[in-house]
């Protein structure tokens, strides 16, 4: 879930590492708090697309390795190549079956070969020429394998009543887009995107989990605000007061929001000679 570098905004550095640093404390705890959040919904689709014994898999911005184990654990495939930008938190000695590459997506030929699943998290959203990543990660899919591609989408507008949390997260994805060129406004466009980039069939979802006092999206983001605090200040739509409200808000049972969404979509490489 740890983006590769190459993207952002001037000034985010790394993928923002000013904000999001690998040796920072408690970064890989962040990551995990997203883990446990979200990976019994990623699980659960991987193994619907067909993951499972046979299967050579690529897990691109894998953080701290979660499903990439999983991957192996339970739905019981044959390999797992886990790329990230930095791989310190995927562990010293990966279990059978899991390689480990530290690498940038974003250059070209940064893995070599076809798998049967390319599974992406929480990483086109950070990064420019998003097209032409989708492209790229299509064609990594041997015939008959699957895409699928998981990130955020901002379910707050206009219309949505004002409460602490949204006035920060309002704050966040401005500041982010600003400093690291974090972008979710495009990702609804994903089924689009991968069938223009020659998939077929493709479907998409949406898992929003719910904001409730000790959760482990709440403290993802309370954890999040915190790291980011410099670019939603500097946005001037919200102070450190507002943000250490909406830090209280979302661990108590006061809260009544509802939490960004992550939208999971997916497409299959036709077999050879199909069509």
């Given at each position: 879930m740890t983006p590769a570098p190459g993207g952002g905004a001037p000034g985010g550095g790394?993928?923002?590492?000013?904000f999001f640093r690998p040796g920072q404390p408690g970064e890989g705890d962040?990551?995990?708090?997203?883990?446990?959040a979200y990976d019994d919904i990623t699980m659960a689709r991987l193994r619907a697309v067909g993951a499972g014994p046979g299967w050579r898999c690529l897990d691109v911005g894998a953080g701290t390795g979660t499903v990439s184990r999983r991957l192996l654990t339970e739905a019981g495939v044959a390999s797992v190549l886990a790329v990230d930008r930095d791989v310190r938190f995927i562990g010293e000695r990966p279990p059978p079956g899991l390689d480990v590459l530290e690498a940038d997506i974003t250059a070209p030929d940064f893995v070599s070969g076809r798998?049967?699943?390319?599974?992406?998290?929480?990483?086109?959203?950070h990064l420019p020429e998003r097209d032409r990543l989708i492209r790229t990660l299509a064609e990594l899919v041997a015939p008959g394998g699957v895409l699928v591609l998981s990130d955020a989408v901002d379910l707050t507008s206009d219309r949505t009543p004002g409460t602490p949390y949204t006035a920060v997260m309002r704050a966040m994805w401005q500041g982010l887009r600003t400093t690291i060129g974090t972008d979710v406004a495009?990702?609804?466009?994903?089924?689009?995107?991968?069938?223009?980039?020659?998939?077929?069939?493709?479907?998409?979802?949406?898992?929003?989990?719910?904001?409730?006092?000790?959760?482990?999206?709440s403290r993802f983001w309370a954890d999040t605000w915190e790291r980011s605090r410099a670019a939603m200040l500097a946005t001037g739509l919200v102070d450190d007061e507002a943000i250490d409200l909406a830090v209280r808000y979302v661990g108590s049972d006061e809260c009544a929001a509802l939490s960004a969404g992550m939208l999971t979509a997916w497409g299959r490489r036709p077999e050879k000679g199909a069509g």
């Open positions: 790394r993928y923002g590492e000013e962040r990551i995990d708090f997203g883990a446990l798998f049967r699943l390319v599974h992406a998290r929480f990483v086109l959203m495009w990702v609804p466009s994903y089924p689009q995107l991968l069938r223009a980039a020659g998939l077929r069939p493709v479907a998409a979802e949406i898992h929003v989990p719910p904001l409730v006092a000790g959760s482990a999206i």
